[in-house]
């Protein structure tokens, strides 16, 4: 079958859906598994997109800073980036529409809305994220936050607020601290706001003095933490390197996950900032006992870009089954972070976001309790047995009810509302 007869092939009717899924369901019942409550929990949990997969974390500001820098990069020059904060929007609810679950929305503070003025970043405040905060609010969508310490001329240099010079860690402080007021405003209409803090500071090659930007480091951001802000959930990101800055960065895991636990803030892991064998899953059960909250930034990485459009992997299906066995649910943010602009775009935060949430109902669908029996009893073939079952059984049959009760298009049909919305309007841009 040709690409365009696939894509526009017959989609199943309500009754197939719903005669696949009782039989399904008549499966999972057997091995324990209630696959309605797993869809009503999966399609529960907030997943907080991330605006930046919108315009190639290009940003709004005025007038333009220079793109991206500080190490991360966005790739390719699909037509179709939104340029205002009004596309944006527009992109997002288009995307959303397809997107099955409960969303939230993350910004970041280079997309503040200033009316064409120049406002500084350590002069940002709430009143710049009015427009993203009523829309957020129609829409139900909590904000989530993001300083933005990149893609400035006093970042250039690629060290912020562990930067040598009192006069530029002061100036990203000011703007960590604007940025945790924003914060706070948005928890204020939701409820519960998270500001990720992830700087980009490093050093190219060889570097000799390790300590001393690590020493500041500390400093700056006890001095940006110092308030207590009330629904706010501070979270820091590390990285293991960045374009630019191979050989050392500041803010790596095992210091975040030293600050974090000595400060009582949280911690975001980001699945493409870790060696390639490490595993984002095994760390939940590891920290958790430790750290209050985690954000999870769910990306793909692929050799040495950390942010590919996230899929329905390994790595994604062990963080969402480590989630759910390891009884952290409570402590986990879930976000998405990854920007490819080689496609369009919002298929990127489709397929990316649906994948996130295919590995939740993955995971609420697993018997993993008999799993650990077997592993308890030493029934190693039980144990790989059970969980190559996981793959055997009418997964896509659920997953194509839950995107049903949510009122989204199964694959590939929502994959033709979006290609519609690139031919009305991304491609006018
Ligand atoms: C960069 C970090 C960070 C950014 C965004 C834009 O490597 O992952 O989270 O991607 O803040
Ligand atoms: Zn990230």
Redesign the pocket.
């Known amino acids: 079958m040709k690409l365009d007869e696939t894509i526009n092939a017959k989609p199943p009717t309500d009754r197939q859906i719903a005669s696949a899924y009782k039989s399904a369901s008549e499966r999972f019942a057997a091995i324990g598994v209630d696959a309605e409550a797993a869809i009503a929990t999966a399609l529960a949990t907030p997943i907080s997109v ?1 605006c ?1 997969q919108a315009d190639d ?1 290009a940003g709004l500001e005025a007038p333009d800073e220079s793109a991206s820098s500080g ?2 990069q966005a790739t390719g020059n699909y037509p179709g980036a939104a340029r205002t904060g009004d596309e944006i929007r527009a992109d997002f609810e288009q995307a959303a529409s397809v997107i099955p679950g409960s969303l939230r929305f993350a910004l ?1 503070a280079l997309y503040a809305e200033t009316g064409g003025e120049e406002v500084a970043r350590d002069e940002v405040g709430p009143e710049h994220f009015a427009t993203w905060m009523d829309w957020a609010e129609d829409h139900g969508w909590g904000l989530d936050f ?1 300083p933005t310490l990149f893609a400035h001329p006093l970042a250039d240099d690629n060290l912020t607020l562990s930067h040598h010079k009192k006069s530029v860690r002061d100036f990203w402080i000011r703007h960590c601290i604007a940025s945790r007021e924003i914060a706070r405003a948005m928890a204020k209409r939701s409820g519960e706001c998270v500001n ?1 803090i ?1 700087i980009p500071d490093g050093v190219k090659d060889s570097t000799v003095d390790r300590g001393g930007p690590r020493r500041r480091l500390i400093k700056a951001l006890d001095e940006v933490l110092a308030k207590k802000m009330t629904g706010v959930v501070d979270v820091v ?1 590390s ?1 293991l390197f ?1 374009l630019g800055v191979e050989d050392y960065t500041v803010g790596s895991h095992e210091f975040y996950l030293g600050y974090a636990i000595s400060r009582g803030i949280g911690i975001c892991f ?1 699945t ?2 870790f060696h390639p064998t490490e595993s984002v899953g095994d760390k939940i059960s590891a920290v958790t006992p430790f750290v209050s909250k985690i954000l999870l ?1 769910l ?1 793909r990485g692929v050799r040495w870009d ?2 590919h459009v996230t899929r329905f992997n390994d790595e994604i299906r062990m963080v969402c089954d480590e989630a759910v066995r390891s009884g952290a649910m409570k402590q986990l943010r879930w976000a998405t ?1 990854f920007f490819d602009a080689s496609i369009n775009r919002l298929a990127a935060w489709v397929i990316g976001l649906r994948s996130v949430r295919k590995g939740l109902l993955y995971a609420m669908l697993e018997p993993w309790q008999a799993a650990a029996e077997a592993e308890r009893t030493g029934d190693g073939a039980a144990k790989l047995a059970l969980q190559e079952m996981r793959s055997e059984l009418p997964f896509g049959a659920v997953w194509e009810q839950a995107c049903a009760v949510s009122g989204v298009p199964g694959s590939p049909n929502w994959l033709r509302e979006i290609k519609q919305y690139e031919a009305t309007v991304l491609s006018q841009r």
């Open positions: 991330h930046w974390v190490g991360i970041h993001n990720n992830w990101e990285k960045g980001d493409g900032h930034h990306s950390s942010d972070d």
